[in-house]
């Protein structure tokens, strides 16, 4: 195993003769090291997890920080995307099901915040709504809600 030798700190573009690539070091949103590669010629993108389809999104780093990041992610130009988890999807309308389930975590965190709820009372009902369109729902949701939570609680 080679180690890394190159920090990606913005964006810096990679030479392979017929192929250029832009790496991109996001700030935190899923988590606090999120990387891209965009293959200009092929107008192909890899998201890693950034992009989550089917699988419920995982929050690891800040609900609204990658709320931020989804707004300036769609504006690359891409075609496709291969996301950190689910299928090669067609660009930017890939970000549709993750920006919902983030938007509505985010807002039912805010709304038991303001009545004074619990952090427990988000984990089992925040973004609730969203039980039925993701896959692990159960596994991650209260994870995500608990984090959202613990940010959202300072704003």
Not at 15 to 32: E, F, N, Q, V, Y
């Amino acid at each position: 195993m080679i180690p890394p030798t190159l920090l990606v700190d913005g964006t810096i573009k990679l030479d392979l003769g017929s192929r250029t690539l832009t790496l991109r070091a996001w700030p935190t949103a899923h988590s606090d090291n999120d990387l891209t590669v965009l293959d200009e010629q092929t107008k192909t993108l890899f998201a890693g997890d950034l992009v989550f389809l089917t699988h419920t999104p995982v929050l690891d780093g800040s609900i609204r920080g990658w709320l931020r990041v989804i707004d300036e992610l769609s504006t690359l130009p891409a075609q496709r995307v291969i996301p950190g988890h689910g299928p090669v999807s067609e660009w930017p309308a890939a970000l549709a099901d993750q920006r919902r389930y983030l938007e509505t975590l985010a807002s039912d965190v805010r709304v038991l915040v303001a009545r004074g709820e619990p952090i427990t009372v988000a984990a089992g009902t925040a973004a609730a709504s969203e039980r039925s369109r993701w896959q692990l729902f159960d596994d991650y949701n209260a994870r995500n809600a608990t984090t959202a939570f613990s940010e959202i609680e300072w704003e």
